[in-house]
């Protein structure tokens, strides 16, 4: 008599898949965001780089007609058009801390005994991006310190 390998089917009903299918979708559930972060990413540079290269053609093609850039065109070569200030990035940072730890302050409610210990970790998640707003305010006070400074000496 020969041993003959039986196909038993899963109660989960994957069938031929067996363990793998399932292990397949968590893995898509892991590396997903970081594709989709990746691809958000490139577009977004290669966005940026079309623009610049559009813009390095009309100004080569306005040269070649004899036509001269306006100085303000000439000043905006080669910079950075839209940096944020740290007055910015610390209002976003602060607003999406005090968010985070709203949302999970009123997620459960509150305990006879205060916040329950879920409620208090999802809060304590909320702190991180504050104290980074809080940073980004504390810079935008400094340099604008330092600014008038320089200033009041000239």
Avoid: C
Wanted: charged content about 20%.
């Amino acid at each position: 008599m020969m041993n003959v390998l039986k196909f038993v089917p899963l109660r989960d009903g994957f069938g031929d898949m067996g363990i793998i299918f399932p292990m397949l979708i968590g893995l898509g559930i892991i590396i997903m965001p970081m594709i989709m972060v990746i691809a958000i990413v490139w577009i977004e540079s290669y966005g940026k780089r079309k623009r610049s290269e559009y813009e390095a053609n009309l100004y080569a093609k306005a040269i070649e007609h004899g036509q001269e850039l306006p100085k303000a065109v000439l000043d905006r070569l080669g910079k950075n058009t839209r940096k944020k200030s740290p007055l910015e990035n610390g209002i976003i940072l602060l607003s999406i801390g005090a968010g985070i730890s709203l949302f999970f302050m009123f997620a459960e409610g509150v305990t006879v005994n205060g916040f329950s210990h879920s409620v208090a970790n999802g809060m304590a998640m909320g702190i991180i991006p504050a104290a980074l707003g809080v940073g980004h305010l504390i810079v935008h006070f400094l340099e604008n310190r330092r600014k008038r400074g320089q200033d009041d000496e000239k």
